[in-house]
């Protein structure tokens, strides 16, 4: 079955910090992969997203991800956190040919100390 | 463009009642979704649709929840009789290809 994996479930940073965030998913095949934040009282929202070609992809508010295949992984990063990333994030991966399946991860909370 | 709508925004009721959740998903998009949110499971799927058709529903709790789309414009989510377990976030989201645009939620308490 296809599964999702978020091994941080909390991140206590300081500002300017750097962050690393994990998603391991288990999937065989060719995936689409996908990086969301929900901010507090909010919807989630779209950080990121790999479907093809370069590994290192870069989103919104300075935000990137790897998608390293041999690791089934694709790490979210950020040089340096502010205060306004605290969120929750939320690791996402879409197989193609599923009918249109999205497996979530079980978020990571970021706590970002001014 | 204005996202996907979700209504009530917030729906307080009492055991045994009930409860409509409402959706507009952003138009040309043919597949919908609707997600439970909560502390304890995270996010859960409940039921998606493609072109109007339920796909999959193994993510429905039980059979108190049922969801429809009557047409490409517009789905329900209803809980009948509502439970105090019950209470969450629950999120509609549509997509064309990808990725999943996600409304606002409704903040559903059953006391």
């Known amino acids: 079955a296809q599964s999702v994996s978020q091994h941080n479930h909390h991140v206590i940073l300081s500002e300017a910090a750097s962050l690393e965030l994990g998603c391991n998913y288990s999937?065989?095949?060719?995936?689409?992969l996908f990086w969301y934040v929900q901010y507090p009282g909010q919807h989630l929202q779209l950080l990121l997203k790999?479907?093809?070609?370069?590994?290192l992809v870069k989103g919104i508010k300075g935000f990137e991800a790897e998608f390293i295949k041999s690791k089934f992984s694709f790490n979210l990063r950020k040089p340096s956190v502010q205060w306004s990333d605290t969120a929750e994030y939320f690791c996402?991966?879409?197989?193609?040919?599923?009918?249109?399946?999205?497996?979530f991860g079980t978020g990571t909370s970021l706590t970002v100390i001014p | 463009d204005a996202g996907v709508i979700q209504s009530p925004r917030h729906e307080v009721t009492e055991m045994g009642q009930e409860v409509t959740l409402r959706c507009k998903p952003i138009?040309?998009?043919?597949?919908l979704f609707w997600y439970r949110q909560t502390m304890m499971r995270g996010l859960e799927l409940l039921i998606y649709?493609?072109?109007?058709?339920?796909?999959?529903d193994s993510g429905m709790p039980e059979d108190r929840f049922s969801a429809k789309m009557p047409n490409a414009s517009f789905s329900t989510l209803k809980i009948q009789p509502s439970e105090p377990r019950d209470s969450a976030v629950y999120f509609c989201?549509?997509?064309?290809?990808?990725?999943?645009?996600f409304g606002n939620g409704t903040r559903l308490t059953v006391t």
């Open positions: 989201a549509s997509k064309a290809d990808s990725p999943l645009h």
């Open positions: 999937y065989g095949g060719t995936v689409n």
């Open positions: 790999y479907f093809s070609g370069d590994p």
């Open positions: 996402a991966v879409s197989p193609p040919n599923t009918g249109n399946q999205f497996y």
């Open positions: 138009s040309g998009h043919n597949s």
């Open positions: 649709f493609n072109n109007n058709v339920p796909i999959d």
